[in-house]
């Protein structure tokens, strides 16, 4: 599944420090604006105890975790609408990924210097939303001179997107973005013909400070920040980014002790790993059998054959039936044998909706 997430917001906020943890990749990190122009991108793992479970389960050669994709997109300033600060090239960059995750700096550091002068993460987030809405206002108004001269025809396929598209323009002058306009599903369909950027979904990345990574509940700005997210239902994610570039380079117990030791159970980097992927209404199903166990993403909805078809396109050609457990199901009876004896292994066939944590085996002929 080549679904990506934009990490994105205003320059000096930490988000090449946050991509540098994720991936590793080294995208350059420095305390000045515009520090990254091309967008970097990198795979990262998804965190699933699920997979280290199975594989002492069935004692595989080798185990193949799922993985994601995150592109570290350059510093929005106000006005890149109108090409500001390089801002046709980042938001055609932010026009790529699937979704987004703003990075806002909830933290103070006179060292790191901030693009307006004081550290207001409403204004930051503002200033980058109404960027976005600005751009997605003039792809509609362009399309809306196009369609309006066919509506007054009585054309009814234009008159029906000409509907659509002056309900997204009053939504843009509003300030609001196209994911909170309310659409049946047909004129959905529409929508995501347009590339709006502010029709992806969106959560956001609080940066605190290392003094605050345990427990951020008395910090003022991200108080704001959940605050704001809470009103467009998005989710908000608290790291260090100084940290977490920290804890990248940690493994197995070294990593859990320097958790322990900074009182959190689980990084923010993991979190954030996870919210995106949930974001994108991805899961992840499995195979486990002696050569290898591995998990692999699929998109919720997905029937039986699309997902055989993830791992080669003649599983989905030659589909005849999966043979399926649900995890829970094959851990509580140890053994794939054991959970067949007990009747929890299906043959499941073509309608088949797969379910997050499936282990599954693919019968195909071609």
């Not at 502010?198 to 345990?214: F, H, M, Q, R, W």
């Not at 990248?248 to 070294?254: F, I, Q, S, V």
């Amino acid at each position: 599944m080549a679904l990506t997430a934009g990490i994105v917001g205003l320059p000096n906020v930490g988000k090449s420090t946050l991509f540098n943890a994720i991936t590793q990749a080294g995208a350059e990190s420095a305390n000045y604006p515009f520090c990254t122009i091309d967008p970097n991108v990198g795979i990262v793992e998804v965190p699933d105890e699920r997979l280290q479970k199975l594989t002492e389960l069935v004692k595989p050669k080798k185990t193949i975790p799922t993985a994601f994709e995150f592109t570290d997109i350059a510093g929005i300033v106000k006005g890149a609408s109108k090409g500001e600060g390089l801002g046709n090239k980042f938001l055609s960059h932010i026009r790529e990924v699937d979704a987004i995750c703003q990075v806002v700096r909830c933290f103070v550091d006179e060292n790191i210097t901030h693009v307006s002068g004081k550290v207001d993460p409403i204004s930051d987030i503002e200033t980058i939303n109404l960027e976005l809405i600005l751009a997605d206002l003039e792809t509609v108004e362009k399309r809306l001179s196009r369609v309006e001269k066919m509506a007054k025809q009585k054309d009814k396929d234009a008159m029906y997107e000409h509907e659509i598209l002056v309900k997204l323009k009053d939504a843009f002058e509003s300030d609001q973005p196209a994911r909170a306009v309310s659409f049946t599903d047909e004129q959905l369909r529409l929508v995501k013909q347009l590339h709006l950027l502010t029709i992806k979904p969106i959560l956001y990345v609080a940066n605190v400070g290392e003094d605050e990574v345990a427990d951020a509940s008395n910090n003022e700005y991200v108080a704001q920040v959940r605050e704001y997210a809470s009103k467009e239902g998005a989710e908000v994610i608290v790291v260090c980014a100084k940290i977490e570039s920290e804890i990248a380079e940690l493994e197995g117990e070294e990593k859990d002790m320097f958790l322990e030791e900074l009182g959190i159970e689980e990084s923010g980097l993991d979190q954030l790993i996870k919210a995106s992927y949930q974001l994108l209404g991805l899961a992840t199903y499995f195979t486990a059998g002696e050569q290898e166990v591995r998990a692999w993403t699929f998109k919720k909805g997905m029937k039986a054959p699309e997902c055989a078809g993830i791992i080669h396109t003649d599983f989905e050609r030659g589909f005849i039936r999966a043979e399926t457990v649900a995890y829970e199901e094959l851990v509580t009876n140890g053994s794939m044998g054991a959970a067949r004896e007990a009747g929890k292994v299906r043959l499941e066939g073509k309608e088949y909706i797969v379910k997050d944590g499936d282990v599954m085996h693919f019968r195909f002929n071609v």
